[in-house]
């Protein structure tokens, strides 16, 4: 069964800071792995999106990478704001038969940047 | 606007009284998701549609009913609520099964007491 860990659980930084996130897969096979934002009562946000055969995509300040081989990928977010406070949520989708194109989320990092 | 639609964003019901959860989408997407959201447990698949009349289980389908009779629009049936549905629960689409690209609705938050 495939399993996808987002550690750690809840973040706390100050304003300005660069800031790793971190998810880890156990299923090699992935077809993409998406980071997604959500904020309190809202739904999620698709942020990058990275296709199996890519290493990295980076939107703005934000850059993720993805590394098959050791089943992990990191979201990177360059001079954080308060404004980039929400529960970030990586969902990899594998490239298998019977999956049907389901999406196994981790269970998210939850950010605060502080003033 | 491109959107998903789920109505309504907050329900409490009481045990054994069936309710709907409705999901539309305005992008002529073919496949449609409904997922729920738990503490400690991240979002996990109830149902899935791959096109009109072509719906499949996910990973947690006990308790839940689903219906694509038109593109549009995919509801959530829970014909007996208990309180381990209580949830938050989110509808998606996309244009394809094999598209890149979600689009989330805002989600439902359901209390079943």
């Known amino acids: ?115 | 606007e491109a959107q998903v639609t789920q109505n309504p964003r907050y329900l409490i019901t009481v045990t054994g009284k069936k309710l709907t959860v409705t999901c539309s989408q305005n992008m002529n997407h073919e496949y449609m998701s409904w997922y729920r959201q738990d503490p400690g447990l991240g979002l996990r698949q109830i149902y899935y549609s791959m096109n009109v009349e072509v719906t499949d289980k996910g990973d947690v389908p006990e308790g839940y009913k689903v219906s694509r009779k038109e593109k549009r629009n995919f509801p959530l049936i829970l014909e007996s609520p208990s309180p381990n549905q209580t949830s938050l629960y989110f509808c998606a689409s996309r244009l394809t099964a094999s598209s890149y690209g979600y689009t989330f609705g805002s989600g439902t938050r359901l209390t079943v007491v």
């Open chain 1, 1 to 115: 069964k495939q399993e996808v860990t987002q550690i750690p659980a809840a973040l706390s930084v100050p304003e300005g800071e660069n800031l790793v996130l971190n998810c880890s897969f156990t299923d090699s096979a992935i077809y993409n792995l998406q980071w997604f934002r959500q904020d309190p009562g809202k739904g999620l946000t698709s942020l990058l999106l990275i296709q199996s055969s890519q290493r990295e995509q980076t939107s703005g300040r934000l850059n993720a990478s993805l590394d098959k081989s050791s089943g992990r990928s990191t979201l990177y977010i360059a001079a954080s704001q308060p404004g980039d406070s929400a529960t970030y949520l990586c969902a990899e989708r594998l490239d298998r038969p019977g999956t049907a194109s389901k999406l196994t989320f981790g269970t998210g990092t939850r950010l605060q940047v502080t003033l």
